[in-house]
């Protein structure tokens, strides 16, 4: 099936570093994505790690994945304030011909100053 | 920046009516997908354009109808527009079919009152 788990609510302080956690369903993903949206706006693209990689480092961000048990983080270092936005992980779903991203609900991350 | 851009920005209309909604893709990218954003939720994948043809369908009914044209513009068309139609309506853009990276709008504000 198609799901794509996230936790919704994350709060950390300024400079700590965040962590939001992702699980998904289909095991044939080539790609997982992770992106931000601010209030009002569409969605950014912050990083993305092929499926065959375990780890993916981006300045302050670093993305782990566990195969296995279909498990993708992203980890954003030194937080701060503009990093308040939502969340949101993305699979590339399915082995068709199809370039159909499975979004998770989305985790709104709270930076307090 | 993505380089995508859509239009309008907002809109209302009234239960019954008909929209559209358009999108301009990044040049050179001659695959466009649309996602409809209910407010607290991910993107629901509508459908998929490549190269003027539907190349994938999401659950959503034929009243939701799109083209592409050959100057990477597009177009989702919704007919006997319901009240649940309300949301944040974003298109993205790629280069390839499958697996590329998708690049997004800043979305379309549809509400149906």
């Known amino acids: 099936g198609e799901d794509v788990e996230q936790s919704l609510f994350l709060s950390v302080r300024e400079g700590d570093s965040s962590v939001i956690n992702c699980t998904y369903t289909d095991s044939s993903s080539t790609y997982l994505y992770w992106y931000k949206q601010e209030p009002g706006a569409g969605l950014q693209l912050l990083t993305y790690i092929f499926s065959n990689m375990d780890m993916k480092q981006d300045q302050r961000l670093t993305v782990l994945l566990n195969k296995k048990d279909k498990h993708l983080s992203l980890r954003i270092a030194d937080t701060q304030t503009g990093d308040s936005a939502i969340y949101f992980c993305?699979?590339?779903?399915?082995?068709?011909?199809?370039?159909?991203?499975?979004f998770g609900q989305g985790t709104t991350l709270q930076v307090k100053p | 920046e993505t380089g995508v851009t859509q239009s309008p920005t907002h809109l209302i209309k009234t239960r019954g009516q008909q929209v559209t909604l358009r999108c301009s893709s990044q040049?050179?990218?001659?695959?466009v997908s649309w996602y409809q954003q209910a407010l607290g939720q991910g993107p629901q994948f509508i459908f998929q354009?490549?190269?003027?043809?539907?190349?994938g369908r999401g659950n959503f009914p034929p009243r939701f109808s799109g083209l592409q044209f050959p100057n990477y513009s597009s177009e989702l068309n919704v007919n006997a527009l319901e009240l649940d139609d309300s949301a944040l309506y974003l298109c993205?853009?790629?280069?390839?079919?499958?697996?590329?990276?998708?690049?997004f709008g800043p979305g379309t504000r549809l509400t149906v009152l």
């Open positions: 993205a853009s790629s280069l390839a079919k499958s697996t590329d990276t998708q690049y």
């Open positions: 040049s050179g990218h001659n695959t």
């Open positions: 993305a699979e590339s779903y399915g082995s068709s011909n199809t370039g159909k991203l499975i």
């Open positions: 354009y490549y190269r003027e043809e539907e190349n």
